[in-house]
């Protein structure tokens, strides 16, 4: 178990473009995936992106299958590994909701999102993914996807003001970290 340091924001690393993983199925990459998930597992993350431990490679996990005890009300999202994504909007509409990021640790924001997207990738073996998503589950594709484009949530926003640290915000959450 390695449960890597996460990078915040200010560090230029957060800032890059990823670049797309050439071969599956290797050990470098099942390596990469354990620390992944070892470190979101961790920090009670909801997803973290390979940039986000400094690593320049386009590979995001997220989901879970017990209930986070950050998001009590947030509905599950199937546990993935997903490797070179590529996101399409499917409809114009939007939805604001709160976002946190591990990257951005203490703080949370609303972020204007797709609600329903087409997404498709590979798995770390270089089996397809295609998936219809909504809601929750189409937001924290999103924000984990945006970490390879070298986007943090800040950076999507539409009102500053809708900004702030989480103890204020939401004083009854048990943590104040969160993604
Ligand atoms: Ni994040």
Known sequence: MTVRDILK?????????????TGFDTDALHLLV????????AANGAGLAAPQIGVDLQVVIF???AR?????DRPLVPPTV??????MPLGETM???????LSVPGMRGIV????RIHYTGFDQYGDPIDRVADGFH?????????????????????DMAQFGFTEVLFPDLADADDD
Request: charged letters at 25%; a negative charge.
């Open 138 to 158: 189409a937001r924290v594709v999103q924000h984990e996807c945006d970490h390879l484009w070298g986007k943090l949530y800040p950076m999507r926003m539409a």
């Open 9 to 21: 924001m200010g560090d230029a690393r957060l800032l890059r473009v990823a670049q797309p993983v």
């Open 82 to 87: 997903l490797v070179n994504p590529v996101i």
């Open 112 to 115: 204007p999102r797709w609600a």
């Open 34 to 41: 354990t620390d992944l998930l070892d470190t979101m597992h």
């Open 63 to 65: 989901g879970s299958n």
């Open 95 to 101: 939805e604001d909701d709160w976002e946190g990021c």
């Open 68 to 72: 986070n005890p950050r998001y009590p």
